[in-house]
């Protein structure tokens, strides 16, 4: 039982590269979301899922793409990275239902865009 | 659209206990009150959370006022390693019909030796 599984730990992008961040459950989750977060701050939804083929914008969406077609994974698309993204990106899961919602986070991706 | 408010930051003598408040004005009747800590630039870790009565588990106990609008998160015994920053989280419902969770920017706890 590995939890919340990030990769990479660390990317380095040029301004205007698209790559994926990858995120993966093994504890049959059916909420799964990707938070966002900037030096000294606090933690931003980005974009969230309460099960496959369902996933809703957060607070910060703008210039990200997810998508659920498994209950496992929730990759995190940056379609044209720019420095502005810089941050530490963090996926978690929970079990549902709605009532009792305790979340399991990822290790974290530290993404650098130059 | 963070629906909780806490302080920024807070100290506490090692040994004494750490009294986190959390304001949930806007909190409905069924909705749980959860904390999460994060140490350093680690992924937040589940502490505890609550409904109506007060809950006490192996890191923490949590007391929640009569009406709801406010809960205080107890460390009884603060170690250095609790140092940390302390979020206070309710569900926000979407207008899609769906539900999320905002961290808000959470309290500095810095506990001295």
């Known amino acids: 039982n590995a939890g919340v599984t990030q990769t990479p730990k660390f990317q380095v992008l040029k301004t205007g590269q698209s790559m994926t961040l990858q995120c993966a459950q093994d504890m049959n989750h059916e909420y799964m979301s990707w938070y966002r977060q900037d030096p000294g701050m606090g933690l931003r939804l980005i974009h969230y899922s309460v099960g496959a083929g369902i996933t809703d914008q957060g607070e910060v969406p703008n210039g990200y793409n997810v998508s659920r077609s498994t209950t496992e994974d929730f990759p995190l698309r940056l379609l044209s990275a720019a420095p502005s993204q810089t941050s530490v990106y963090f996926c978690?899961?929970?079990?549902?239902?709605?009532?009792?919602?305790?979340?399991?986070f990822g290790a974290g991706t530290r993404l650098s865009v130059l | 659209d963070a629906k909780t408010t806490q302080p920024p930051s807070m100290d506490c003598a090692e040994g004494r206990a750490a009294n986190l408040p959390c304001n949930h004005s806007t909190i409905s009747g069924n909705e749980y009150v959860y904390w999460y800590r994060q140490i350093h630039s680690q992924g937040p870790q589940y502490i505890i959370h609550?409904?109506?009565n007060n809950e006490t588990n192996e890191m923490a106990s949590l007391i929640i006022t009569e009406d709801r609008k406010s809960s205080t998160l107890i460390l009884p015994h603060a170690t250095l390693r609790d140092t940390a920053v302390y979020y206070c989280i309710v569900r926000v419902d979407s207008t899609s019909g769906t539900y999320k969770y905002i961290f808000g920017t959470g309290t500095r706890l810095k506990v001295l030796a």
């Open positions: 609550g409904l109506k």
């Open positions: 978690a899961s929970s079990y549902s239902p709605v009532a009792k919602n305790i979340q399991y």
